[in-house]
């Protein structure tokens, strides 16, 4: 194999860096036990080394009781032995920088587990003690304390509080969770904490990780009082009728925390990257994550979320490149990841079909044929777009969403909490098909699984792909190398209209290439100029509908 790839240059890698987001437990099983683990991770870096990408993310793989697939964190300075241990870690660092590939870590710092030291801790010592003072404990309300302290919502369904038995058995007070009733909500008015995650993120960059993912990386600070809201707009970013925003997320607060944060990082060195995941309308509030002393990127879910339609992408295009260029911040692009149903499956449903609870078996099923070569024009966009780019494991080998999990097989706490309603995550997170005709696809030895994998994925693995022109992983190492060759990540934008272009098409030029995409059923004929990429089999000249071309002029 060839393993000539070169990162980008250090100062500034992650301002159009391609970063590729590996969810631990689905990647590669070295030990067959069903569960994906660092060792595995390590053993596959050079599968990543040749697709293209910059940098891997890894999702949690901290000590946990797994109740959130590792989101509930019970050591923030040790590996699971699920995945491994800290020796097997910096392995997979020193293997990653020697593929020249740079390593984000996923850090956690709006909730713990419940069975974290702190919170135990916080349990034994009783109501006023310093330990409960780290996380979000009030009295309740009503007759004896008997009703939550506030009406605030988990984002798992059910309340957002949970009452406790005090050490001396009796009825006590609640703890805040926004997610399952097993990841208490830190305090993060209290200085311990602060003093605590400073040390966490200074752990992490000893052992040479190049920057952090921050999960909930909104929710931190809550609005003094905690008051009551609106059930419907209690987890969006949009305000309420009345013009009032939620007082869970997003509070004024969060900034001191990251520029303390960009602090400790600056400290460390000067290419090191601070990445906020935070889901806010309009662009410009998230950008106040990206000011220049603050985090680096923001995910863009404006565009991961936005419906498969020209008019919508132009839109989301336009008001990323305004908004984070405004504080000097690159946009940065997102199709797929670990909490959102798989862009091939999302976009073989009819346009605009929510799919915020996952797709299940008693749903409406995608088209996949359609829904493939959707996303394949739709990735021909993404790629092309200055700034950084993320990608989310198996995306490059275009899987879709596992629609058929049975109830029994399910694991994500989300589809418990609804009592089945939502089908949850799971099917995004099923692990990856390497080698057809081995057990698990080779993903684990002994064929074992944590979840279990579609019967049909043979000719979605790695090697079923690898140097077979027009499959999904070529397109993915074609456009890679492209946007390598033509700096497409650090080019200049600018629209450019087609004479007698539909409105389905849409056109743009970074630097060089000049990019087409037909978003639908109208088909185009495409300018003089060289076709270095396509999505999709072009016709005598003319782009069909659903296809990408890059063009050199």
Not at 324 to 349: C, E, K
Not at 381 to 397: F, H, I, N, S, T
Not at 428 to 453: I, M
């Amino acid at each position: 194999m060839n393993h000539a790839h070169q990162p980008v240059p250090a100062a500034d890698w992650w301002r159009h860096a391609v970063i590729y987001q590996i969810y631990p437990r689905s990647f590669a099983d070295s030990d067959g036990d069903g569960m994906g683990d660092l060792p595995g991770i390590t053993a596959r870096l050079d599968h990543l080394a040749d697709l293209g990408v910059d940098a891997v993310w890894l999702s949690p793989f901290y000590r946990s009781p797994q109740a959130d697939a590792g989101y509930d964190v019970s050591d923030y300075r040790d590996v699971d032995p699920l995945f491994g241990t800290l020796a097997d870690f910096d392995a997979l660092v020193a293997r990653a920088h020697g593929l020249g590939l740079r390593v984000i870590v996923d850090i956690v710092p709006n909730h713990s587990s419940d069975e974290h030291p702190w919170f135990r801790e916080a349990l034994a010592a009783g109501p006023g003690s310093p330990e409960r003072a780290r996380y979000m404990f009030r009295e309740g309300r009503g007759p004896g304390g008997d009703l939550p302290p506030n009406n605030w919502r988990s984002t798992f369904y059910g309340p957002a509080w949970t009452r406790v038995t005090e050490p001396d058995g009796t009825p006590g007070q609640w703890y805040l969770h926004l997610f399952d009733s097993k990841q208490p909500d830190f305090d993060w008015g209290n200085e311990e904490v602060r003093a605590e995650f400073d040390d966490i993120l200074r752990f992490w960059l000893a052992r040479g990780v190049d920057g952090f993912r921050v999960d909930v990386a909104r929710g931190l600070v809550k609005a003094e009082g905690l008051p009551d809201h609106p059930l419907e707009y209690q987890h969006s970013g949009r305000p309420a009728p009345d013009g009032s925003r939620t007082p869970l997320l997003d509070q004024p607060g969060v900034h001191d925390i990251y520029r303390r944060w960009r602090a400790v990082l600056d400290a460390f060195g000067p290419d090191l990257v601070l990445v906020a995941e935070a889901h806010l309308q309009p662009p410009s509030r998230l950008a106040a994550y990206v000011r220049p002393d603050e985090m680096h990127q923001a995910f863009n879910f404006q565009y991961l979320d936005c419906p498969y339609r020209a008019a919508d992408l132009r839109l989301v295009i336009q008001e990323s490149l305004d908004a984070y260029g405004a504080v000097g911040a690159p946009a940065t692009w997102v199709l797929n990841n670990h909490d959102d149903v798989r862009h091939v499956s999302r976009f073989g449903l009819p346009t605009g079909t929510p799919t915020d609870d996952g797709i299940g078996p008693r749903d409406p099923q995608p088209d996949l044929a359609l829904g493939a070569r959707r996303a394949r024009a739709a990735t021909g966009v993404m790629l092309a777009l200055p700034g950084a780019a993320y990608l989310y494991q198996g995306e490059e080998l275009g899987l879709p969403e596992h629609t058929g999990i049975p109830d029994e097989a399910r694991q994500d706490p989300i589809f418990a909490r609804s009592g089945g309603r939502a089908a949850g995550r799971d099917g995004c997170r099923v692990p990856l098909p390497w080698r057809n005709g081995e057990p698990a696809y080779g993903f684990s030895p002994t064929g074992r699984s944590w979840l279990p994998q579609p019967e049909d994925w043979g000719p979605y693995a790695v090697e079923s792909q690898r140097g077979v022109e027009g499959s999904s992983y070529e397109l993915y190492r074609s456009a890679l190398a492209l946007r390598t060759k033509y700096h497409l990540g650090a080019e200049t934008f600018h629209w450019v209209e087609l004479p007698g272009a539909a409105d389905e098409v849409i056109a743009f030029r970074v630097g060089d290439i000049l990019v087409v995409a037909t978003v639908g059923d109208a088909s185009v004929r495409l300018p003089a100029g060289e076709v270095v990429l396509a999505t999709g089999p072009l016709t005598s000249g003319t782009l069909p509908p659903d296809t990408t071309a890059w063009l050199k002029v």
